[in-house]
């Protein structure tokens, strides 16, 4: 069952006793568990972040660590039913979806627009990583063979808003810069077919135009 939420008036005194060091716990947790969209625009508002010169090495293998860590926390979590939050259904709020879907939803959203980020800038192996989870909790809700989160009506991943036309043709370049000729076009297929079969030729040239020589030739094949 997903978490309710605690009201800010119920968990501020509680937080008021803990020491400077649980607190900074506590941050650390609350900075892991955010999209790495939503750092700069929740620290910024407390901390010069233009004063914070961590190395330009650092910064590049940090931020699509951290990308990849978020995603598999919240496809562990997903599996777990941590979002999966029903309610009794009737013929007034069939059509509402409960907190914890409408949480899962904007977070799942929020995770592919940062991939889509870091695969233009150039972190292929994270993103390719990352989206393929992303992607198989998308088939699992489609399967309906998880409690990963309620629809009071018939659901599915449609109901989540996934901007195929981006995420897919970002997907398609990561996939390319690692993966083998084969493989590539197994996996193409394979995410058209569970995703984008509505539109296929047309994210097929996308896929065309993303692969190299081998990989195309490849996908021409199938």
Not at 146 to 157: H, L, M, N, R, T
Not at 187 to 211: G, M, P, Q, T
């Amino acid at each position: 069952m997903a978490s309710k939420r605690i009201d800010w008036e119920t968990l501020e005194p509680a937080l008021r006793k803990l020491k400077k060091d649980e607190l900074l716990h506590v941050l650390r947790d609350a900075y892991e568990a955010l999209p790495a969209s939503r750092v700069v625009s929740v620290f910024s508002e407390y901390v010069d972040l233009t004063r914070l010169h961590a190395p330009a090495h650092s910064r590049k293998s940090a931020a699509p660590k951290r990308l990849l860590d978020a995603v598999q926390r919240f496809h562990t979590e997903s599996l777990k039913g941590r979002y999966y939050e029903s309610f009794n259904v009737n013929s007034r709020n069939y059509m509402e979806t409960s907190e914890g879907t409408e949480l899962w939803m904007r977070e799942c959203r929020q995770l592919f627009d940062t991939c889509v980020e870091h695969s233009g800038k150039g972190d292929h192996g994270e993103v390719r990583t990352a989206m393929d989870l992303l992607f198989e909790l998308l088939e699992q809700l489609d399967r309906g063979d998880d409690e990963i989160v309620f629809f009071a009506d018939e659901g599915g991943s449609w109901q989540v808003g996934i901007n195929n036309g981006k995420v897919l043709p970002a997907y398609f370049d990561s996939l390319a810069a690692v993966a083998e000729p084969e493989e590539y076009a197994a996996r193409v297929v394979e995410v058209i077919e569970e995703h984008a079969s509505y539109d296929s030729e047309k994210f097929l040239k996308a896929a065309r135009k993303a692969a190299n020589n081998t990989q195309r030739s490849a996908l021409k094949n199938r």
